[in-house]
């Protein structure tokens, strides 16, 4: 169908278009509140600036559509295909994403607040200053996705796929990723207060100069990682495994090390016991655990 006559239609008070064929079409700047598109085909269509607030996009096909600041609020993308979409800045909040397709989307910015992407393939994704306050991304795969300077606030992480995913300043307090593999993902910056990592795998994971202050490391793997400059304040590092993990710089001020993992008995009493006047805030760490056998 061409675009001019698809808005025509709708002008006329039609608003179901289930199944129509709209590739490529023009529709940007148009209002086109609570549109019913699900089905369609809208590949690389041109929706930005769109006002398509309660629109139905179940299961369309928007594979490298654009969507750059587009009004999606309170829209439906369950099952939809965006792979390679540009969604730069879009108002998407609210929304139902559930299971949609968004590996390789262009996401910079876009506001999801409250919106449901559960199992949503993100990977690769880039979500570069993106909005995720109380986001349900249970189930999401976000491997190898760029989620630097992104909000996430309040956001659900139950059984997400974050293999190499990128929080550099990225706002994650409180958030829990017990249980994960985040080895050699990099928090770089990140504010992570009182975020909880028990028993994750942080293998050379990066916190360099992350804001960890009341984080929760219980018995996670942090060898390798580096710490360097890290705000650990009253952060919980019980039985955590800091073997090779540097700590050059990184405030230890009143923080449990209980039974902290070390590697070499031979040494590990005498390095436990700097360790722990960090803790106690009577010296300044500069100290980079690297435990090699003798």
Do not use: P
């Not at 969604?87 to 910015?109: E, I, M, P, Y």
């Not at 770089?188 to 804001?211: H, M, P, W, Y």
């Amino acid at each position: 169908m061409q675009a001019k006559n698809f808005l025509r239609l709708y002008e006329a008070g039609y608003r179901n278009f289930r199944g129509v064929d709209l590739r490529a079409a023009d529709l940007s700047h148009r209002i086109l509140v609570g549109v019913d598109l699900s089905e369609a085909n809208l590949a690389q269509a041109n929706l930005s600036r769109a006002f398509l607030t309660k629109a139905n996009f179940t299961g369309a096909n928007l594979h490298r559509a654009n969507l750059q600041f587009a009004k999606l609020s309170e829209s439906q993308f369950v099952s939809a295909n965006l792979t390679k979409a540009v969604g730069l800045g879009a108002f998407w909040v609210r929304a139902d994403l559930t299971s949609a397709q968004l590996s390789g989307a262009n996401l910079g910015h876009v506001n999801f607040r409250q919106s449901c992407l559960e199992q949503a393939n993100l990977c690769s994704a880039s979500l570069y200053g993106t909005n995720l306050r109380e986001a349900n991304l249970s189930a999401a795969n976000l491997d190898w996705a760029n989620l630097s300077e992104a909000r996430l606030y309040g956001a659900t992480l139950t059984a997400a796929r974050l293999n190499g995913a990128n929080f550099t300043r990225a706002m994650l307090n409180g958030l829990d990723f017990s249980g994960f593999d985040l080895s050699g993902v990099s928090f770089t910056g990140a504010r992570a207060r009182g975020a909880r990592f028990v028993e994750s795998n942080l293998i050379a994971a990066d916190f360099t100069k992350a804001c960890l202050q009341h984080a929760d490391f219980t018995a996670a793997q942090l060898a390798g990682a580096n710490l360097t400059g890290a705000q650990l304040q009253r952060a919980i590092l019980q039985a955590a495994n800091l073997n090779r993990a540097d700590l050059t710089r990184a405030d230890l001020s009143q923080a449990d090390l209980t039974d902290t993992l070390l590697e070499t008995a031979q040494r590990s009493a005498t390095a436990l016991a700097e360790l722990r006047q960090l803790a106690d805030g009577s010296a300044q760490s500069t100290l980079q655990l690297d435990w090699g056998l003798s």
